[in-house]
């Protein structure tokens, strides 16, 4: 994460700084889920998507646009049934 000042002419979001780059890498990721229970604006959350194989490695660079995007919540597929 790269952390961006947020002025009076260009004011981001309600704190001092925002997150100008923000970005996980899902080949360093573990699943612990210690990033969702300190997240303080509780915007990350785990889903149910587990399958992560890909043909590229920038495939598995989640970027502040694509964590954006909204995920689908209690699919079948998620759940089972």
């Not at 009076?8 to 889920?33: K, P, Q, T």
């Not at 210690?34 to 495939?59: D, N």
Request: glycine share 8%; proline share 4%; with cysteine.
């Amino acid at each position: 994460m790269i952390a961006g000042e947020n002025t009076e002419d260009h004011r981001i979001s309600e704190g001092e700084r925002y997150a100008e780059v923000y970005e996980i890498h899902m080949l360093r990721c573990i699943f612990c889920g210690y990033c969702v229970e300190a997240c303080p604006t509780e915007a990350l959350g785990m889903t149910g998507e587990y399958e992560m194989a890909s043909f590229s490695r920038e495939a598995q660079l989640y970027a502040k646009e694509r964590l954006l995007e909204a995920t689908p919540i209690n699919t079948p597929a998620m759940t089972g049934d």
